[in-house]
């Protein structure tokens, strides 16, 4: 098992173990948190970003409790579908009162489902990259990360890490345009 000294590193209480652990596991924890908040429409990046803070609290908090013979994701992807699908039923849904003149129009549900559908298959695009492109990708363009911050942090220089992006986007939009045009 791959995560076996993670894991028992982990029920040590080691900061290096949790921050191995975030470094591994960010992106997992944030797409499965975005799909699980955003099922009805889109997720505030904040959400996402509170959510799998609380994943890793919580990873850090029930260390004691994990089983070294056995996979951290699983336990990862539950416990952040659980804690996304608390953050959904604590929030409450605003009503807003418009008249039919001030609506925009809202796209209908074949419109609706391609998006979800497209949305489905950049995440999935993007969660099959390999390291360290996918933490690039994901710090560059759904954090906000200064790309030389990112470098900095995943030991690239600069140019590289531009490279990197570039060579992303293309094979990205190639995976997206299979089969259709991208919205």
């Known amino acids: 098992m791959e995560d076996t000294r993670l894991i028992e590193r982990l029920r040590r209480h080691s900061r290096a173990a949790l921050e191995d652990a975030i470094r591994r596991y960010t992106s997992y924890v944030s797409v499965t948190v975005w799909r699980t908040l955003s099922a009805g429409g889109s997720a505030p990046r904040e959400d996402v970003e509170e959510v799998v803070s609380d994943v890793f609290l919580s990873l850090w908090?029930?260390?004691g409790e994990l089983h070294a013979d056995k996979d951290l994701r699983p336990w990862l992807g539950a416990?952040?579908?659980n804690k996304a699908i608390d953050r959904l039923?604590?929030?409450p849904v605003p009503v807003l009162p418009l008249s039919e003149s001030d609506a925009a129009p809202?796209?209908?549900p074949?419109?609706?489902a391609e998006q979800r559908e497209w949305a489905e298959r950049l995440w999935q695009a993007v969660d099959a990259m390999d390291e360290p492109d996918r933490t690039l990708f994901l710090r560059y363009y759904w954090y906000g990360d200064k790309l030389k911050?990112?470098?900095?942090?995943?030991k690239l220089n600069l140019s590289t890490a531009k490279s990197?992006?570039?060579r992303g986007r293309k094979a990205l939009r190639e995976e997206l345009t299979k089969g259709g045009e991208c919205p």
């Open 164 to 166: 990197r992006l570039l």
């Open 149 to 154: 911050d990112v470098a900095r942090d995943l």
């Open 106 to 108: 809202q796209p209908g």
């Open 79 to 81: 416990v952040a579908r």
């Open 110 to 112: 074949q419109e609706t």
């Open 61 to 63: 908090e029930h260390a």
């Open 89 to 91: 039923r604590r929030t």
